[in-house]
């Protein structure tokens, strides 16, 4: 099995590793576990499969338009709709009782044990959260907090909320923290030819974890990096550098890689837990 993406639930207690001809392995990070290998109608990785924060269900969908949920433990298909057209991203509610279903500025809400399909325009992201819930702007340069839009000069990568506070990471604009009165805490700048994919807290440690990617030339290994700062003041603790991996899923307490290596993220440094996932490669 070749992966070709991982993708991390919200709370990071479980991740999945995905391959380019439709299998999917879901995986508890926290013991190892793996819970099987399907076959889904997943064409080519990215963003279109998520698992939910309980690992009760994965779903995974083509860009071509079909979506399906299923059991994790058993890999029973509960839910299959092929109505849907270039979907981006996948992503459970809080309950999991909804599907959000992304393409553009178009959200599809599916609702289990539903027959209603409810759409929402102008809508490019979702992240829903029990203290806010935040949507991002088409462009991806707007986070729409309830009742207050926040402006930024550059496209969000990606999001999170913890402990009252925004978190998120910009396209060739490092990282930024934010109140929920979207007062600005702390900014931290990318270093030139660099930028955060992903971010992600860290329950074991208490700080952010960003995912980073080196697009200098001529290309030197390696190409990615993790960043480990501090919550509350975006300071620089320690750098991780996985070496010989090309996807990873950032977890609860660390970073998981396509080559089933486990990084586990300590306070002032970082352990090597080699092969810990059996991903299949």
């Not at 399909?117 to 991002?136: A, R």
């Not at 070496?243 to 089933?260: C, K, M, Q, V």
């Amino acid at each position: 099995m070749k992966i070709t993406e991982m993708r991390s639930s919200r709370n990071g207690k479980f991740f999945m590793a995905g391959s380019s001809d439709g299998k999917i392995i879901v995986f508890n990070s926290e013991t190892g576990e793996r819970f099987g290998e399907y076959r889904t109608e997943l064409e080519t990785g990215g963003r279109r499969m998520c698992v939910s924060d309980d690992g009760e269900y994965f779903a995974a969908g083509s860009y071509s338009g079909s979506v399906s949920i299923y059991e994790t433990k058993t890999g029973k298909v509960i839910l299959h709709n092929d109505t849907f057209f270039h979907t981006q991203n996948l992503r459970f509610s809080l309950d999991k009782k909804q599907l959000f279903v992304f393409y553009s500025d178009i959200m599809y809400t599916r609702t289990l044990g539903e027959k209603m399909l409810d759409i929402k325009h102008n809508v490019s992201d979702y992240y829903p959260d029990e203290e806010m819930p935040l949507t991002l702007s088409g462009n991806e340069m707007q986070i729409k907090f309830p009742g207050k839009i926040l402006k930024l000069e550059k496209s969000v990568m990606d999001m999170f909320t913890k402990n009252g506070r925004v978190y998120c990471a910009l396209f060739g604009g490092g990282m930024k923290c934010f109140s929920k009165t979207k007062r600005e805490l702390w900014s931290v700048e990318s270093k030139p030819n660099e930028h955060y994919q992903r971010i992600a807290y860290c329950e074991k440690t208490g700080c952010v974890m960003g995912l980073g990617f080196k697009y200098n030339e001529p290309r030197t290994e390696p190409f990615h990096f993790v960043d480990v700062r501090n919550a509350e003041t975006g300071e620089l603790i320690y750098t991780v550098e996985p070496n010989g991996a090309n996807y990873f899923a950032l977890t609860n307490n660390g970073i998981a890689t396509s080559d089933g290596d486990f990084y586990e993220v300590c306070e002032k440094d970082f352990t090597v837990h080699e092969k810990r996932f059996d991903v299949g490669t």
